[in-house]
């Protein structure tokens, strides 16, 4: 009625007007359509305060109140100067309305009288309106909407969007996965003591009915959220790359090697034995100092244990990315059939380092691709010499016409001697030293993979939190999940960490004589009166079990891909929705089953 | 029912009945500590049978094991020793929960919803489509009275009417057997009164329903048998009406006699031998004389700020009234495809004839229009097995093992 009411007094007071203007008495008009919206606003608020129980009403006011105060702060910050602040109110107002949309068209979806859904809908109304949830979300919304203005104006604005979308994502990632946790613990826990549970699994509701509905739940707000997150970061990511940049270079790598999707390539020598005779020859050299440990001169390349093996080869590969003064070398990248395709240049990106004194803080090398010279005005040499800043990543635009026939590409670097001047080793991290980039895709594409990725990991912490919450209290299964969560984040730091520890017996040997070892190695410490370190063996032996069985997040981390506009790979995304959203999700799930279908839930311990 | 303090307690020898809703022989239950060493033995060997269509009142004082049996029965614990059967199966089956409403002895239910939503989210638990939902949840909020108060968050309500959403949702599913648990606590007389009666009009239905509670006039009102717990054990049980019988002292009513009349009866009396006569004038119960009272009120146009829930729910099922609160409570099992009103008839068409044009104007405001059903008009619930068919498997091995229980070894 409120509506019908409303839609009359406009159509009939706009109807009036139109007729009196044809009618050629505009003021009159005026007049009349003055008084239809004063009477129809009045109308308005009347039926926000009278109706405000029904649910569509409630909405309406809702959004109205928000708007409303949306547009009187952003006169409050025009008034005072401050423009930046009124885009970041524009970007939190939308992201809210986005919010607010999702979660209405969430509860339609959960709507069928489906226990499950019913469950799932519950937790969504506790998450909203408990507040849980709604402190992370608007710690989201103001940390993606104060990001871009916090971080440092004179950057350069590659760098800018860059740091961006790094903090953003990870502050996202951090607090939806603090927010999952408590929501999970909480929610079951809660029902427990305050026996809500009581009712619910005295209907016709299977246990593992209701902890999938939970699940569910928490998973949906969780995507709501992640969308909600990810419309804000694309926003103020295409605002950020709106600014100023420092020159062309800065707006055309931002173009080039941000707001894209790359894929890059790892050089490997032309001849593939190279390597594998550099390998015989170090291996040679080890045996002879140490037989014992490397085996005789007889034996074969492949009788070195798995952790020597590893240390001799990173030594090859560091040795190959060394360029001696006056010398060379060849690297080769494979697999460009599709770069081919592209009409963008190539990216070679390097990061040049001295292993002495530069010359005033350059380096200075030659580049020959397919055997000619690269030239690139600005920093080439009278002597055709490359003149770059040492220990920086530089990265020079490729023709894709020089790929060849077989999808490769050749280049020669050559550690000069400029101007009579001995230059030192040059050498390149292996690791990510020297590649070869080009675009596969846009920003869009790769942030949506990145934002799958965490989807998939916090649907894994949601099944963990129920599963702890199914039989711990709320403050013990929060220290559990927590020791997960954070273990599982940092898995690849703990390992490096524990590595230096303390003394543990090495990974190639068998592992009952790890165990005899072990216990050797206890009792000497005990009869040397080594307690402390008795002590931390005995901390890295709990912790490198538990890590055993914990899953590594560090392996499935897209994000600094992204802030580096490289490629989230296909692979990376599956392994995530098997890894994270399949095996351990379901691994969770199960133990919190086993141990909740035959809880006691109306147990009392005397 | 039987019932005895050890399990070798009278134990029916006959096979057993078709009507048993609720069986439970030798049943126990000992809590433990962090140690798990024995502590607590909160039921103690009690053999209970509840029959289909009776309501069983559980009475005793605080910690006597009431709410513990009502838990064993629901699944919620799990007996230490002895054994249940509920409808024929095992408490914890889930099919088995469609047929069951429980209302538990506080109301557990989520601050943050509000009635309407609340109904909804139990009536989702029982896979009720949205059109027999929707009809539910609105008459049953009518039936209680808080339809006025229905879109505000139960955090807010207070004792007494969360008690009424409590009763509200057990009903959702129009269940075969009610367990309420001191359902009339924190209500006031008027709302007492209601129970008391919605509870009557469902067992009128058929229904089953067991009371467990320590206010002992409620308890009286309105059960046909009870048991009296204490210590875990049962101390007494049987028909109401047979418990609360003096053997050993008469009663005779009469209108109001003058002094003189008085007197000539037990002169009478005596001279027949009757000794230790007393005559003196019947007090009504203080309940009566209150809720006359209020009725008088209301009738009278008296206003109320506090009370008006209650009120309306003494208006909606004492003025008038009856006939339109059973009237709802006939259209909340109308909805079952089959069941109770197969199973009485009479009682069902008596009931329908009474309240024809009652029971029209709510079929009307269910489905929206003048007594026809709309696009959304309710379909049958999900239909439950009737009682007769109900698999009594368990509860013929758990008669065939105390049989042989029971046998004199060798």
Known sequence: MWLIVLLALVGLTEGIGLLLTAQGSGPVADVIRSIGRIIGNAWVIYGLIVWREVPWVRRFGVILLGTAAAQLLALVFWAMGWTDMIIALAGAYAMALIFYAGLWLIRILLSPGVAMFGVARTLIDEAIRMKVALVFIVGVAILIAVFPFIIDQEDFLKYRITSFLTWSLMATSALLSLMTLFLAIGTITKEQTQRQIFLTLTKPVNRAEYLAGKWLGITLINLLLLAVAGAGIYAFTMLLAAQPARDNADRLAVQSQVLVSRQWVEPTPPNPDELRQMYVDLLDRARDEDPERYGGPDDPPDRVSPADRADLQQKVMLKWFSIPNQSSKIYRFSGLEDAKQFPQPLQLRFKPKLAGSSIEGFVYLRLRINGRNYYKPGITTAQGLLKLAENNFHVLDIDPRDIDEAGGLTIEITNPTPGGVRQPVLNFNPKDGVELLYRVGGFEENLVRTLGVILMRLMFLAMLGLAAGAYLSFPVASLVCMLIYFTAASNAYLAESLQHYAAFPKDSLPFFEKILWLIARVFNLISEGKYYDLFKMLIKMIASGFMLITPSFGELNPTPLVSDGRLVPADMVARAVVWSGGVWTGLAGLIGWLIFRSRELARVTV | ????????????????????????????????????????????????????GEVFGLLGPNGSGKSTTIKLIL??????????????????????????????????????????ETLEYYARLFHQKRGIRKGRIDTLLEMVGLQHVARRPIGEYSKGMQRKIGLAQALINDPDLLILDEPTSGMDPIATADVKRVILSLAERGKTIL???????????????????YGGKIRRHGQIDDLLEQHDRTMISTPAMDPQTEERVIQALESQGVCDTSIARPRQKLETLFLNIVAEAQASGAATSGAESGGKIAGFLATGADARGDAVIEQLVATRSTGSDAEHPSESELARDESKAHEDQVIGSLTGGAGAPGPEAPSPAPQTPPQEQADTSLIDSLIQKKDEDHKPNG
């Open chain 2, 1 to 52: 029912m039987s019932q005895a303090a050890t399990p070798q307690a009278d134990i029916p020898q006959a096979p057993l009945s078709q009507d048993m809703v609720v069986k439970c022989i030798g049943l126990t239950k000992v809590f433990k500590d962090f140690w798990l060493r024995n502590r607590v033995k909160a039921v103690n060997a009690i053999d209970l049978d509840i029959h289909r």
């Open chain 2, 75 to 116: 699944g919620l614990l799990h007996p230490t020793a002895g054994r249940i059967a509920v409808f024929g199966q095992h408490p914890r089956d889930v099919k088995n929960k469609q047929r069951i409403g429980y209302l538990p002895e506080e109301s557990y239910l989520y601050p943050f919803l509000n009635a309407y």
């Open chain 2, 211 to 229: 009371l467990c509670s320590h206010l002992l006039s409620d308890v009286e009102d309105v059960t046909d048998r009870v048991a009296i717990m």
